[in-house]
């Protein structure tokens, strides 16, 4: 008897599966109509499962290829990390992205930024001065300026600290960009870094332009 003749005698029978069959040790399926081998019923499954991959009209759907993430695609993922506070997945992301571009300033920046806020301060600097390297406009270059100043300070280097920030706060005014927030907290590390030169009253004016 062939397979598909079997199949309708058992459909017929009792809609293949009826209520309280149940797979048991013996290869068998026990319930209160009739027994049938499991391998049989393992095979329904299996042709189950291949005609949900068909259409209505029997033909084979196309499973999409599934495409690869871009650079940009990582760093945007990245971004997403560093405002949940995930700084280690953050870093992955961005390193992704730089396996892919490595010439992306958006990359070394969130780099920068995912290590600075880990306390891996000497690394940072390192991914905010390659960020620089491949930023050659103000909009793009003082947030890396910036982060270079944090660390910097973190690490007691004020000189280079005051460097870095002044260039930062220079290259903001330039960009032409709103984010006063920004702006007062860049000015609070650089009066920082510049009381603790001897520098009082550049730190004071600093002060007063952070607002």
């Avoid at 991959?53 to 196309?62: A, E, R």
């Avoid at 780099?111 to 050659?136: F, M, P, V, W």
Wanted: glycine share 8%; net charge negative; charged share 25%.
């Amino acid at each position: 008897m062939s397979l598909k003749v079997v199949c309708l005698f058992f459909i017929l029978a009792g809609l293949l599966v009826p209520a309280g069959v149940l797979a048991a040790d013996d290869g068998w399926s026990h319930g209160s109509l009739f027994s049938a081998p499991n391998w049989l019923l393992e095979q329904f499954d299996d042709e189950s499962r291949e005609m949900s991959k068909m259409d209505y009209f029997g033909t084979k759907l196309v499973e999409p290829t599934p495409t690869q993430p871009t650079a940009m695609d990582l760093v945007k993922e990245g971004w997403a990390y560093l405002e949940g506070g995930n700084y280690k997945d953050a870093l992955k992301s961005f390193e992704k992205a730089l396996a892919i571009n490595g010439s992306s300033p958006e990359a070394w920046y969130g780099r920068g930024l995912a290590l600075e806020n880990q306390k891996r301060y000497l690394s940072a600097i390192d991914a905010y001065t390659k960020a620089l390297s491949y930023s050659k406009k103000p909009a793009s270059s003082w947030g890396a300026n910036a982060g270079k100043g944090r660390s910097y300070l973190a690490l007691n280097q004020f000189e280079n600290a005051k460097e870095a920030l002044t260039l930062a706060i220079s290259q903001y005014e330039q960009s032409g960009e709103n984010m006063p927030d920004e702006r007062a907290s860049m000015y609070r590390d650089l009066a920082q870094a510049l009381e603790m030169l001897g520098e009082n009253d550049a730190a004071q004016e600093a002060l007063e332009k952070a607002g």
